[in-house]
């Protein structure tokens, strides 16, 4: 279905070998985009309760900046990476690679990868954030969003370390449960500040 | 016309062999390739490429080769045949 997506992709990946660096940015950013609106829902739920509409505008524009912010920050440092990368190639070969497949590949995977770091952070942080939408249009009350958010934002953390663990070849229930501890430590510090407000 | 060539060719690690063969048997002309590693750097091999076919477009040939990075350091073996 996807064939026309995929060959150019695959081709970017086989000539570049920048699939593992792609993988890498989706499971961290994709981290950072549940942890943030996490962040952000315990925070205002725990801290008083706000209106579902201002905790969807507040998660919206994080997830905004986060796009922003890893999409350019991961252009601009895989950029150099992979033009510091071609530089050495040319060096040995004593030949100018500019037109050739591999300088074409390397310039995409920096393309591909700031996507994917950008894509990662924000399909992630608006899984989490859905039940709040639902409730901002009063499809559901917002405590039912609190624990619907909550549940798909561990259960998000679960998944991905259970990737992880899938990469690493390791005990996968050991690495979803490790990435499901980050969320959980998140949820105890925002419930100690609220204590400590 | 041309029908076989033996090449010298210093290319990057990848595309690799098999990726590097199989551009280059989509030339014009070209029936066979086959490569061997001569010797392998820290970013580079040394590959002695062979090319059958009948009327081997040598241009498309040397054009495909640079465009995968890569540079023919000699033409050690050419035959031609009516």
């Known amino acids: 279905m996807f064939n026309w997506l995929r060959n150019p992709i695959s081709g970017v990946f086989r000539y570049s070998k920048a699939e593992e660096y792609s993988r890498r940015y989706a499971v961290m950013n994709a981290f950072d985009g549940v942890i943030t609106i996490?962040?952000?829902?315990?925070?205002?739920?725990?801290?008083?309760?706000?209106?579902?509409?201002?905790?969807v505008a507040a998660g919206i524009g994080a997830l905004i900046a986060m796009g922003i912010s890893g999409a350019s920050g991961t252009y601009m440092a895989e950029s150099a990476e992979q033009e510091r990368k071609i530089k050495e190639i040319e060096e040995a070969m004593l030949v100018k690679l500019e037109g050739s497949v591999i300088v074409e590949a390397r310039r995409k995977a920096a393309v591909i990868s700031a996507l994917v770091d950008a894509g990662a952070a924000v399909i992630a942080g608006l899984i989490v954030l859905l039940p709040y939408l639902a409730a901002a249009v009063h499809l559901i009350d917002s405590w039912l969003a609190f624990y619907a958010s909550l549940t798909s934002a561990l259960s998000l953390l679960f998944v991905l370390g259970v990737f992880l663990g899938k990469v690493a070849k390791k005990n996968i229930l050991i690495s979803g449960v490790k990435a499901l501890a980050i969320g959980l430590a998140t949820l105890l510090m925002i419930t100690l500040l609220n204590l400590v407000l | 016309m041309l029908s076989r060539l033996v090449l010298d060719i210093l290319k990057p690690h990848i595309p690799d062999l098999i990726d590097f063969c199989r551009e280059l048997s989509a030339v014009n002309g070209v029936k066979r390739v086959s490569g061997v590693v001569v010797e392998v750097d820290v970013e580079t091999d040394t590959v002695k490429i062979t090319v059958e076919g009948k009327g081997i477009n040598f241009e498309e040939l040397e054009s495909k080769v640079k465009n995968m990075g890569a540079a023919i350091h000699s033409v050690d073996e050419v035959v031609f045949e009516e």
């Open chain 1, 38 to 55: 996490l962040g952000i829902i315990l925070g205002s739920a725990l801290l008083g309760g706000a209106d579902p509409k201002h905790i």
